[in-house]
């Protein structure tokens, strides 16, 4: 199993760009989120699904729509990118208890 | 809504002693999931010890430990024999009972580690 993958591992974007951070994984886990993560903020939650075809707003949806139409995938989307955005996001599922995090991904909007 | 506090930014620790480090968390809640996880400079989360709030016992996993007082809502993390490897950010989460629920996350504890 390869767990949670992300890509891509950096990226820089100009404001006003739009881009979407890739999150997959293959252990058939319901339960998918995405969170960002800021200096001295600790892990906030974006969006959650519990599955395809259900999504949620977390703490801070503002500013990314996300989708689940398979099991594995769970892309976060940034329609119109502002250096607010600048943050490392952190994708990761889970089958119940513990959550499963992919390595990351470093955002720099410009 | 629920919240994690981890009232400590920094800590350190001579290498071979022994840390805690603390975290509070309010929930009106009777059953929950709380959480520490570790994230090295490599910015991987990794999962270091869970507690199910309606187990009394405090769980261990070899050299880390936590002290969970349910009336208190806190759940303190002690690390023995601490290690240079130990040093990062550690996280406070908590989760509410159910199957698919999200993390709560505290903003987190930058351990060191000195030789």
């Known amino acids: 199993n390869a767990g949670v993958t992300q890509t891509p591992k950096f990226q820089v974007l100009k404001t006003g760009q739009s881009m979407t951070l890739q999150c997959a994984q293959d252990?058939?886990?319901?339960?998918m989120s995405w969170y960002r993560q800021d200096p001295g903020m600790g892990l906030r939650l974006i969006h959650y699904?519990?599955?395809?075809?259900?999504?949620d707003q977390g703490e801070v949806p503002n500013g990314y729509n996300v989708s689940r139409s398979t099991t594995e995938d769970f892309p976060l989307r940034l329609l119109s990118a502002a250096p607010s955005q600048t943050s490392v996001y952190f994708c990761?599922?889970?089958?119940?208890?513990?959550?499963?995090f992919g390595p990351g991904t470093r955002l720099t909007v410009l | 809504a629920q919240t994690v506090t981890q009232s400590q930014p920094e800590m350190s620790v001579q290498e071979a002693e022994t840390v805690t480090l603390s975290c509070t968390y309010d929930?009106?809640?009777?059953?929950?999931?709380l959480f520490w996880y570790k994230q090295p400079p490599s910015r991987q989360m990794i999962l270091v010890i869970r507690?199910?709030?309606?187990?009394?016992q405090n769980a261990t996993e070899n050299r880390f430990s936590v002290n969970f007082q349910k009336a208190a809502k806190s759940f303190s993390l002690k690390i023995s024999d601490s290690q240079l490897g130990d040093a990062a950010m550690y996280f406070c989460?908590?989760?509410?009972?159910?199957?698919?629920?999200?993390?709560?996350f505290g903003k987190g504890t930058r351990l060191s580690v000195i030789a």
């Open positions: 929930t009106s809640e009777s059953d929950y999931y």
């Open positions: 989460a908590y989760r509410r009972i159910g199957r698919n629920t999200p993390l709560v």
């Open positions: 699904s519990v599955g395809a075809g259900i999504t």
């Open positions: 507690q199910e709030a309606y187990k009394q």
């Open positions: 252990m058939n886990h319901e339960y």
């Open positions: 990761a599922s889970s089958p119940g208890l513990g959550q499963f």
